[in-house]
Structures are given as structure tokens and as C-alpha cells.
């Protein structure tokens, strides 16, 4: 029935040839380490049998049949739980959709996933946090050993405002040229907090005048 999960045989299941998303190998393997880590967690969409999104979970699941291995839901293997049928995939039907629809949903859930960041401080907890599950292959554009390298004490301004207040002037007497050199402001986490507090009171504060002046200054 439309808009139900239900099993599907994965080799019925069709990519969208005009899909415009691209995945590399290594990619496919992260997803599929995901998969076997924690389980199939969602389903495949697709649209008269056509995938609109799960072409890059297809392909791995495709891999872990190949080398014998079965399709767990969550919280997978690991946890006992029972396996889908081989060659079964979850899937969700979505063949109400328009052909305008399919294409813009194609489009915009690939490249709406692609606007999201990483808060790194935030991550860095997470990631000490986590005993025996090995994420470098998981998050493959994130250098876990840099993360980890990172002090959850520290805080740079990098945020692109207040551009001139990032350059020192040299008139040339210390080195062979003159001209401007970036300045990067470092706060641990108390008085990055306190910062924090007093740029709500303070909105036009700028941080050469706090490298000037110091937060004391702006206790207002």
C-alpha cells in the first residue's frame, strides 16, 4: 500500500538513471559498516519500484549480501535481533508522487543532507564518549584523530565578521616587509562562556576590542 513499509526483493528494486548524486567506494563501505554496526535504520524510498533515495544504502546492502552476510533492522545483529529475509530490503512506497515530485525530492533531500555541519567541541565529547565502536569508518569526512587532537578548552573567532579587527599592522622595522598579519583570539572555556554572556548585553563588541580591552571591560 502507498505510504507503508513493506519488503521488497532488492533486485527489483530500479536506481533512477538520471540521479544526480554520486557515491564513492568509500562511502558505500562507511554505509555498510553503519549497517552492520547498528542495523538498517529507515527504509529505501522508491516510486513504481524506481529508488528516490537509498541509492548509496543499496549498494551497500547489495554488498553485505554478496559476502553472505544478512539485512538486521535495529539494533541489529549484535543485539539479537531477527534478520529480514535474505535479499529483502525495507522500503517505503511513495508512488503517489507526481513525476515532478520524484525529481524534486531526488534533488532536494540529496542537497538539503548537504548543508549540515559539525559543532567539533560537541563532537569531540561524543566521540570520547564512545567505548568500543570504531567510527573512522564511518565518519569519513571527519579526521577523527583531529578531533580528538583538539582541546575542548580552546575557542577561536573564525567566524568571517569584524574582518579588520583579524590584522596587525607591521611598519617593517621586524621583518622584511611590512603589512598586515591575521591574528587569531584563543579563550579557554570559562572565558569563552563569559564572552558569550556579554556579547548578548554588549551586540556591538568586537573581539580586538576585547584583545584590548578584556572582558572585564564590557561587565556591564
Sequence with gaps: MIGEYKLCDI????????????HSAKQVKALQKSIESFGMVGAIVIRDGVIAKGHGTIEAIK?????????????GETANASPYPAGQ?????????????????????????????WDKLLLREEVELIGNIDLSELLIDVDIKEILKESPMMKSFEDGKGQEDYFFEDDGMGSSESGKY????????EEYEQWLAVKETVSKITHKQIFLKGLGGFDQ
Design 182 to 189: 591575521p591574528v587569531t583570539f584563543f579563550l579557554n572555556k
Design 11 to 22: 533486485n527489483s528494486l530500479l536506481a533512477y538513471s538520471k540521479n544526480a548524486r554520486t
Design 63 to 75: 554488498r553485505i549480501y554478496k559476502g553472505g552476510g544478512l539485512l538486521y533492522p535495529p539494533p
Design 89 to 117: 530490503v525495507p522500503v517505503i512506497d511513495a508512488s503517489g508522487w507526481t513525476d515532478d515530485q520524484f525529481r524534486a525530492y531526488v534533488i532536494a533531500d540529496n542537497r538539503i543532507a548537504e548543508q549540515a555541519g
